[in-house]
């Protein structure tokens, strides 16, 4: 499949797999490239530059396809050392870097000076055009649905998708809630050039988290993950257990004069011992409402390849059974 996506990446099927706090490592993001999506390697997992520089090194071992970095710029008053991430970043040769969180503008010359191509991830229209504005190649239209930081406006793709293709020029993805063929051929049809996953990665056999991360996400339906933070106005989808329960309890009493101090046992530094040690309930851990449509741990090249051929499949058949004035 050729679009947009693919061209600016130059990689084969336009699948993106999106920046993941301890799940985007070298083993996941080497086989999504070699399995002709663009992986990403996820920089703030890795404690130090040079450890982001040994693990971009890792995957392209893995891989001679192209490989991306996903820089979030956190809203923290200790910010990590991001000049000697981007430097690293450059320094590897890497040709695609996925950004998300706060505007990238003051990294993004440094970026394009290099031949880098830049996807923003966006929850909002206003993001969107403002990325292209400041020169992001790319958008990652990040919708309701999605795990993760969804923003605080509450629009799903089903909207936001022909919105940001009413007023966008450059191309973007859809990201959030996509597990399948399904979802591709929805996405392109709502004006995307392809589409970005998270969770549905998680659960494929190459992804390096403990098993229980991923029976957690086969065994949930789309109605288990929860909004936390709200109150402090960085909501973040989660999948439910018992630390966000009591989370969510917190939030219930103390209403507005929660402080991020009040929860910090269940969100701060949680991510190694949920992903690594496989200890559930340990804190709250980013899962999307697409739980729902992941019933298999396959691997990453059986899900892509699996995605694409069902996208022809409904394409070729169902849609055109129906101009066809067939019944499919
Ligand atoms: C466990 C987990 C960790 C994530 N960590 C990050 C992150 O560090 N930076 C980021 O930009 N997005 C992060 N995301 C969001 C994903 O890149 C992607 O936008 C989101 O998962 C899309 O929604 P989906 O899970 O429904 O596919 C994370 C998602 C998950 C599931």
């Known amino acids: 499949m050729k ?76 910010p990590p050392d991001y000049p000697a991430i981007v430097k690293t970043v450059i320094d590897s040769g890497v040709k695609a870097v996925e950004t998300a969180g706060n505007n990238p503008q003051a990294v993004l010359p440094h970026l394009k000076d290099a031949g880098i191509k830049v996807i923003h991830k966006c929850t909002s229209v206003r993001h969107a055009l403002k990325a292209q504005r400041i020169g992001c190649d790319a958008a990652s239209i990040d919708g309701f649905e999605c795990a993760g930081h969804p923003g605080e406006d509450d629009i799903p793709n089903m909207i936001l998708l ?106 701060a530094g949680v991510y190694p011992r949920i992903m690594l040690e496989g200890e559930m309930d340990a804190g709250a851990w980013s899962c999307g409402m697409v739980a729902g449509l992941i019933h298999d741990i396959p691997t990453v090249k059986e899900l892509i390849d699996r995605i694409m051929e069902e996208a022809g499949q409904i394409i070729r058949g169902r849609l055109k059974g129906f101009l066809a004035g067939g019944m499919s």
């Open 162 to 267: 022909p919105r940001a293709a009413d007023e966008l020029e450059i191309p973007f993805v859809s990201s959030g809630g996509q597990a399948d063929g399904r979802s591709l051929v929805a996405s392109l049809a709502m004006g995307a050039e392809g589409m970005n996953m998270g969770t549905r990665f998680m659960a494929t056999v190459e992804a390096p988290i403990h098993e229980n991360v991923k029976q957690a996400i086969v065994e949930a339906d789309e109605l288990q993950t929860r909004l936390i933070m709200r109150p402090l106005r960085n909501t973040e989808r989660v999948l439910n257990n018992a630390a966000v329960e009591k989370l969510l309890e917190k939030e219930k009493t103390l209403g507005d004069e929660i402080r991020f101090e009040d929860i910090i046992g269940e969100v």
């Open 3 to 78: 679009t947009r996506i693919t061209e600016l990446f130059g990689i084969e099927h336009p699948i993106i797999q999106g920046g993941m706090h301890y799940v985007g490592f070298a083993e996941l993001a080497a086989a999504v490239s070699e399995a002709g999506g663009l992986g990403i390697i996820t920089a703030l997992t890795q404690k130090t530059p040079k450890d982001l520089a040994n693990e971009i090194a890792r995957a392209q071992d893995m891989t001679d396809k192209p490989i991306g970095v996903n820089l979030t710029f956190l809203p923290t008053l200790n």
